[in-house]
């Protein structure tokens, strides 16, 4: 018959994770109570179960752990895999902490045994101690709802593999239950002495903190555990939403740049313009954004302008009127909703003619026709009174001290740089946006103005149009 802590990791894999006896699992054995708890309860269960111990080449004591790992696998008839890693030199390396070092390196190793081995989960020996730590440093340390999540009890890390399921069969046990477990079965009890190190910031809070509250509320441990489940749901229930409502905000997306659709991210609630920038940084490569560098991106989002601002681990911030971007720092930014010339060259245009411009853009001269009766059909389409013009038109980018005449300002002449910063039209298009010029002057800013002396005017005999459209 299965005792009470078998009858509740039987029970956890099922519910969590839908696994049933039988099922192959790799269990990360580090040579404590916890995991070699694990080992052996899932064994009795009738598991398919491998063992998988890093050596981590740390700790004086690491050789007697693996010793007794195998000791244990020897006797329970279980095949054992041990990896090598020096994580000093990892961590090294990686700039990294010893801890998440170690962490990333037996991460690595435990799910590549399961590759290897053919498993349907990798099993460790997380207890509803390690729960209780984990949910009160990430509360101290100002954590969301992904924080007081916690550790959950069966989920996939793609970081380490998109298939195979990280459970914790032992998130609802007590760390009291697997020792009393351990001495009942006569499993070694071997301790980490670098838990008693008060210099990491989890010993302080598993020595110090948790005992003293656990004083103040004796449930303490079950009560974390409510937090994180409840924290669990609420998470995922809102990731779900923010996944669903991204496509309705997503302007554009790459390798190197995310665009939201400004209006629209800022019309949607906090929470969900707090996970769409928390979820671009770490498409662009950095996971860990801070509530603060949140927190600054949402508020610059309101005030379009400016070129690059300098947001979080090497990405900046376009904030154009139509978009939001997060872009690496020297990514070039999509201009297809703009019309751009393709080079810095100027380019005739003959009545009847046209000229291509980038992404599809086409700027067409019409042949000379009368005048319509109403001239103003729309930003992209000018017509001009033939006789005003000198052919043929050039079309080609600003130049310094470049000014246009736009209608309704009674012939008052206006700098083509503060039309273009007046109309809000982001300044990484502004070189190339493309001006049609009669001899020296400017005579059309497609979208933005036509030049009040070469407008159609009750005189207008003969009139040309110029049109501007992008091609499917």
Not at 152 to 179: K, S
Not at 320 to 339: D, F, G, I
Not at 364 to 384: E, G, K, N, Q
Request: net charge positive; with cysteine; proline share 7%.
């Amino acid at each position: 018959m299965p005792d009470e802590l078998q009858e509740a990791v039987c029970l956890a894999l099922a519910s969590a994770c839908g696994l049933e006896r039988g099922a192959r699992l790799v269990v990360g054995v580090s040579g404590g109570p916890d995991s070699l708890t694990l080992l052996h309860a899932l064994h009795a269960l009738g598991f398919e179960v491998i063992a998988a111990h890093l050596h981590h080449g740390l700790r004086e004591a690491a050789d007697a752990d693996a010793a007794a790992v195998e000791a244990v696998a020897r006797r329970l008839g279980v095949p054992l895999v041990v990896g090598r890693d020096d994580v000093a030199a990892l961590a090294a390396a990686g700039r990294q902490s010893l801890e998440d070092a170690a962490r990333e390196a037996r991460y690595r190793f435990l799910f590549r045994v399961a590759r290897e081995q053919r498993a349907v989960a990798v099993t460790v020996g997380h207890t509803a101690d390690d729960q209780s730590e984990t949910v009160l440093m990430h509360l101290l340390r100002g954590s969301g709802l992904t924080g007081l999540a916690g550790l959950r009890p069966c989920r996939r890390l793609p970081r380490w593999d998109a298939e195979i399921p990280l459970a914790r069969p032992l998130l609802g046990v007590r760390r009291t239950a697997t020792i009393a477990y351990a001495r009942r079965y006569g499993l070694p009890l071997r301790w980490d002495a670098s838990n008693w190190q008060r210099a990491f910031f989890r010993n302080r809070l598993r020595l110090d903190l948790l005992p003293r509250l656990r004083v103040e509320n004796p449930a303490l441990d079950a009560a974390l555990g409510r937090l994180a489940a409840v924290a669990a749901a609420e998470e995922d229930f809102l990731a779900a939403e923010a996944r669903r409502r991204l496509t309705a905000v997503l302007a554009a997306e790459d390798d190197k740049f995310v665009g939201l659709q400004r209006q629209a991210f800022l019309a949607a609630p906090l929470a969900l313009q707090r996970r769409w920038l928390r979820w671009a940084a770490a498409r662009l490569g950095a996971p860990e954004v801070g509530f603060e560098h949140v927190e600054a991106a949402r508020r610059a989002s309101a005030y379009p302008g400016g070129g690059a601002r300098d947001w979080f681990a090497g990405l900046v911030l376009w904030v154009e009127p139509a978009t939001l971007w997060v872009a690496q720092r020297r990514a070039t930014l999509p201009a297809e909703a703009w019309p751009q010339l393709p080079g810095e060259q100027a380019f005739p245009l003959e009545p009847g003619g046209s000229v291509a411009l980038a992404s599809g853009w086409v700027l067409t001269l019409s042949a000379l026709s009368p005048p319509p009766d109403d001239p103003h059909t729309s930003p992209a389409t000018a017509w001009l009174d033939a006789s005003a013009l000198a052919f043929p038109l050039m079309v080609r980018p600003r130049r310094p001290g470049d000014a246009i005449a736009p209608l309704g300002m009674g012939g008052r002449r206006q700098k083509i740089a503060d039309l273009m910063v007046n109309a809000k039209i982001p300044p990484r298009l502004r070189a190339r946006w493309p001006l049609v010029v009669s001899g020296e002057e400017i005579v059309w800013v497609p979208l933005l103005a036509v030049a009040h002396p070469a407008r159609i005017t009750a005189a207008t005999t003969a009139a040309v149009s110029l049109s501007l459209r992008r091609n499917a």
